[in-house]
């Protein structure tokens, strides 16, 4: 029996042989990036947040930058510049200059996906400008450059922007018939600002969507809880739209086959210039401003379908969704096919209230 | 009846029979271990996203097998070596049943040795094989030498501490895509067929009832437990392909390995990063079960035929499990391996309709002769 508690013991105590690490002893890579240098050759730089004392309770982040041709080598290099063993499991974000984007990310995507230490809930994004200054530059006092990018992605996707993060990315990436997208940033004096949407076919960076049109993009992909759009006309009127939903459908009699999209909003006008405003008119007005926003969004994703499919990108997954839909899905034939296949658009506009005041 | 065949039915002492409601731990637990891990890439390579009813065609499968092997053996009272001694003679009896005992070491090296991988793969790269694989064989070795009741409590245990982690399937359903699940059958029944075969690995374990039917204290109402187990992992093989193919793309879906552990790295919590690593240290508690009765099943049959002390038994069959642990030391050859097992797995559950039927034409001959 003392024999037996003694193993039990020793067995327990050898689980203290497991190589501990410290997190002070460690450098934990929170953000990465990548710069297009030539064909061959890329300048990877990673941030890595440095605590201070205590007392002060601020946060140094220390930037390393090397120059390598191979992942593989960046890693090494890297590590020959750390005093500290490098730490990749809290990485948040990835970034990617735009060049390097174009010529495609298909290598960075193959390790993040390969690599078990890495998060899929990780953001990823295409730095419009240098990635090193962006990672270099100094913010806040208070925030690493990783957390404020991150925030940065994560508070526009609860608005206009469409969401994205490594995982969706990836399933875009690999599935047939259906591209991804990422949040363009770009470095403003002392803040970054998300400019727009970059499109992918694959894994190559083809072509943005503006500013103006990403709430469009975010309309005919996902329900939208909270975003604001505005009529471009003199009156300046705009909404918040407080609900969405959008739905396919698939016309597959023809050779061609014909997609029908159709899409509800609901919201309610959260200005209106004063000149245009007749108080005794509300219905009528609101009925008006209904037809003009279904016609203004209409508008605007018919403009920006015909974009995708003049860059030969399918974000919305049309392809996708014909493979899923209909038998005997050939690939060949629907990539000579997408760029004249006939999508309609179909927006049905729902204005709920106009505030507080008339 | 037992008069008729002429075989003797197998009497174990009352106390080490386990009660009827027992048989559903043991059948799940025996019938979930690696399997779940990995599947959906693998039945998805057939038949794609419709491969759901695959798993329906495969359940409905084990259902039969399931009421076969009751039957076989409600007729016979013994185990798969008494059936084998009454219907093939002592010989070629005896050799079909060290078939099935190695078959069964085969299970145990496979679950084994696929653990062992993942972790090394997942959570310790640098992972002493050599060291870990002994002390986890030192376990199993302290629990089957403590008999199937043993064997059979921790069962229980395993199927409901790793119960919670089902709902772990809320966190992929959330970010997963519903429009590209169209219930359209594209594929053609024989792709459907050829998926419900590569569901079979993960559907293995129901054989095991062959062994330990004798232990059940009253088998007649041990049928509706079995079928409860089938049925119950039927539902959460289902309930983790369908979540799989919401999260996954399909042609995503084929560049991932473990598809359900991946799943687990999009849980988020405040208090922890990676779900992943508490999700398979969780799972060693079902990796533990699933060995032991597959180590007990495979020693329980040499004790049977030879007459030799089962302690034995488990001591070589650990030593040989420890052996090869070490030799297959490749993630290709374990694949390799886990193909190879799951095409023995598939002709072994054939092998009991056909000893079903023998069964059937040898007791209606007999009977005919008899009167």
Redesign the interface.
């Known amino acids: 029996m003392k024999r037996k508690g003694l193993l039990v013991l020793m067995?327990l105590f050898?689980t203290g042989c497991?190589e501990i690490y410290s997190v002070e002893d460690r450098a934990i890579v929170q953000i990465l990036g990548y710069d297009y240098v030539d064909d061959k050759e890329v300048k990877g730089t990673v941030g890595i947040p440095h605590y201070g004392e205590e007392e002060k309770r601020t946060v140094e982040e220390l930037n390393l930058t090397v120059t390598a041709q191979s992942i593989k080598e960046f890693t090494d290099k890297i590590e020959k510049e750390s005093s500290k063993p490098i730490s990749i499991?809290?990485l948040t974000v990835s970034l990617y200059d735009r060049e390097l984007a174009e010529n495609g990310l298909d290598e960075f995507l193959d390790v993040l996906?390969r690599d078990?230490?890495i998060?899929?809930?990780i953001h990823l994004g295409i730095v419009d400008g240098e990635v090193q200054e962006m990672i270099e530059a100094k913010y806040n006092q208070n925030e690493t450059t990783a957390r404020y990018v991150n925030s940065i992605i994560k508070n526009n996707s609860r608005r206009n922007f469409p969401r994205s993060n490594l995982?969706?990315f990836?399933?875009?990436?690999?599935?047939?018939g259906?591209d991804g997208y990422l949040p363009l940033l770009k470095k403003q004096n002392s803040h970054i600002k998300v400019t727009g949407i970059a499109l992918f076919d694959k894994g190559t960076f083809v072509s943005t969507v503006e500013e103006d049109k990403v709430l469009i993009l975010k309309l005919l992909k996902e329900k939208v809880e909270k975003g604001t759009a505005s009529l471009p006309t003199e009156e300046k009127t705009g909404i918040e739209i407080s609900d969405s939903n959008v739905k396919?459908r698939i016309n597959t009699k023809g050779e061609v086959p014909e997609f029908n999209i159709s899409l509800t909003i609901t919201g309610f006008i959260n200005e209106i210039q004063e000149s245009s405003l007749d108080k005794e008119q509300t219905p009528e007005l609101a009925n008006k401003l209904e037809k003009d926003f279904a016609e203004y969004f209409k508008e605007n994703s018919e403009e920006l379908i015909a974009q995708f499919q003049e860059n030969n990108t399918d974000p919305l997954?049309l392809g996708?969704?014909l493979k899923?839909?209909?038998?005997?899905f050939d690939k060949e034939k629907w990539e000579e096919q997408y760029p004249d296949v006939p999508v309609n658009v179909d927006v049905d506009v729902k204005i709920t209230g106009i505030g507080i005041s008339l | 009846m037992n008069k008729i065949s002429g075989v003797k039915g197998v009497n174990i002492p009352e106390q080490f029979l386990i009660t009827p409601m027992f048989v559903f731990f043991v059948i799940h637990s025996m019938q979930v271990g690696v399997g779940i891990m990995g599947f959906e890439g693998y039945i998805a390579e057939h038949a794609g996203f419709d491969s759901w009813i695959s798993i329906l065609i495969a359940g409905a499968f084990m259902h039969i097998v399931l009421w076969m092997t009751y039957s076989l053996l409600h007729s016979s009272g013994g185990d798969i070596v008494s059936i084998h001694r009454g219907l093939f003679g002592k010989y070629i009896g005896g050799f079909l049943s060290v078939v099935i005992s190695l078959y069964f070491l085969l299970l145990a090296l496979t679950v084994l040795r696929t653990f062992v991988e993942i972790i090394q793969v997942w959570m310790f790269p640098s992972l002493q094989m050599k060291l870990f694989t002994a002390v986890f064989l030192g376990i199993i070795y302290y629990l089957v030498v403590g008999g199937f009741r043993l064997v059979t409590g921790f069962c229980m245990i395993s199927v409901i501490l790793t119960l919670p982690l089902l709902l772990l399937l809320l966190f992929p359903i959330q970010i997963g895509n519903v429009n590209y699940l169209y219930p359209a059958i594209e594929h053609g029944f024989v792709d459907l067929l050829a998926s419900a075969k590569a569901t079979t690995l993960s559907f293995l374990g129901i054989e095991l009832l062959l062994i330990f039917y004798p232990f059940i204290k009253k088998p007649q109402q041990s049928v509706k437990w079995a079928h409860f187990g089938v049925f119950f992992t039927v539902l959460i093989y289902l309930a983790t392909a369908l979540v799989a193919f919401i999260y996954y793309s399909e042609e995503q879906l084929k560049q991932v390995t473990w598809g359900t552990i991946s799943l687990w790295k999009i849980v988020e919590f405040p208090f922890i990063e990676r779900f992943e690593y508490i999700g398979i240290s969780l799972w060693v508690y079902v990796i533990i079960p699933n060995i032991c009765l597959a180590v007990w099943g495979a020693t329980r049959i040499p004790k049977r035929l030879f007459k030799i002390s089962q302690k034995k038994m488990v001591i070589l069959y650990c030593v040989i499990l420890f052996t090869a642990t070490l030799l297959l030391d490749d993630r290709q050859i374990v694949e390799k391996i886990n193909d190879f097992t799951s095409q023995v797995g598939f002709y072994v559950l054939l092998y009991i309709p056909v000893l079903f039927v023998i069964s059937k034409i040898f007791h209606k001959v007999r009977d005919t002769n008899e009167t």
């Open positions: 067995l050898l497991q499991g809290k996906s078990p230490r998060g899929r809930n995982h969706w990836l399933y875009a990436y690999y599935a047939e259906l396919y997954g996708n969704l899923n839909r209909r038998q005997g």
